[in-house]
Nanobody
């Protein structure tokens, strides 16, 4: 099994910054990619940013230039630095991991962390 534990959400004013962290643990053989998704009330879950084992990064157009994803491979941890936050960034942010567990490929999700951008 794979567990993803997120931290770093909270309330921030527009223009502020937050840093999310997600640590993966369990019977992980290898990690193909990790990323962040978000879901606002009444909307579908959407990809925010992903990073592969090779270090390739993909960002949603809405966060390019403001968010940055990074990883610590030794700790199986991924980070999302969010700058210049806007009210429309308000959502529950979910960590995702594409991993191999005992030779089987699996997708794991964290429990979600709330990010609220409001004055």
């Amino acid at each position: 099994q794979v567990q993803l534990v997120e931290s770093g959400g909270g309330l921030v004013q527009p223009g502020g910054s937050l840093r999310l962290s997600c640590a993966a643990s369990g019977s992980i053989f290898s990690i193909n990619a990790m990323g962040w998704y978000r879901q606002a009330p009444g909307k579908q879950r959407e990809m925010v940013a992903t990073i592969t084992s090779a270090g390739s990064r993909i960002y949603a157009d809405s966060v390019k230039g403001r968010f940055s994803i990074s990883r610590d491979t030794a700790k199986n941890t991924v980070y999302l630095q969010m700058n210049s936050l806007k009210p429309e960034d308000t959502a529950v942010y979910y960590c995702n991991a594409d991993v191999y567990v005992e030779a089987k490929r699996k997708m794991a999700w964290g429990q979600g962390t709330q990010v609220t951008v409001s004055s």
